[in-house]
């Protein structure tokens, strides 16, 4: 497991334990404020999604994607999960393709409608881009289907994370902040976002 060859902007963001946000727009939401929120759909006072999104299905049997391997495409697959073919290279950002992002099967947020196309559709995987460790961007089953043929570029300490679930520490990079990394005449780069992270109540903000 690497990091990539390049200094860190800033430090602020690191503290003892992990990181933080040291944005002072950025507002902390604890699980008070999840319960708050459900209490809210359920009441009427927040909307539910699928009263405001009207998310319809669209087959996709991936053969555009598997024969091409030089047109630019950017397909949006479901949440955060977006195919991006590149310079002959595919790319999955935050790959979940299961039912639902959760630590167990049997309950947890469930999947509106079914990825598009399917994950054994796809042409070969080059590179995986992680943004965080929440189950919905980091998804276990998916992780362990692509295995060990694509790199996995994701935030600091998010590799051990990858190891547990199989992948060779060599296939993992990690960035801080501002570092980036040159794979395949691409550039990489890890920008910050305003967010939290944690796959767990007694980890938060222990991985960037």
């Given at each position: ?26 507002e ?23 009263q ?19 047109h630019?495409?950017?397909t ?10 590149i ?26 409608v079914?990825?598009s ?5 796809l ?8 943004s ?10 998916t ?17 051990k ?48």
């Amino acid at each position: 497991m690497d990091n990539a060859d390049s200094t860190t902007n800033s430090g602020v963001h690191h503290t003892s334990s992990g990181f933080c946000n040291p944005y002072t727009s950025f507002e902390s939401r604890g699980f008070a404020d999840f319960l708050k929120w459900q209490c809210d759909r359920l009441s009427g006072k927040a909307a539910r999604r699928s009263q405001v999104a009207d998310l319809r299905f669209t087959n996709n049997d991936g053969a555009l994607f598997r024969a091409n391997r030089e047109h630019f495409t950017v397909t949006w697959i479901g949440h955060s999960t977006t195919l991006i073919q590149i310079a002959g290279c595919n790319i999955l950002t935050d790959p979940i393709f299961s039912e639902r992002c959760s630590p167990v099967t049997w309950s947890g947020p469930k999947r509106h409608v079914p990825p598009s196309p399917q994950l054994g559709h796809l042409p070969r995987i080059d590179f995986v881009l992680l943004s965080h460790d929440h189950y919905d961007h980091l998804d276990k089953p998916t992780i362990k289907k692509l295995g060990n043929r694509p790199f996995y570029l994701a935030p600091l300490r998010v590799g051990k994370i990858l190891q547990s679930f199989g992948i060779d520490s060599k296939r993992i990079i990690e960035h801080d902040w501002w570092q980036s990394v040159e794979m395949e005449g691409l550039q990489f780069h890890c920008t910050p976002a305003q967010h939290f992270s944690g796959r767990g109540v007694h980890n938060r903000n222990e991985t960037l």
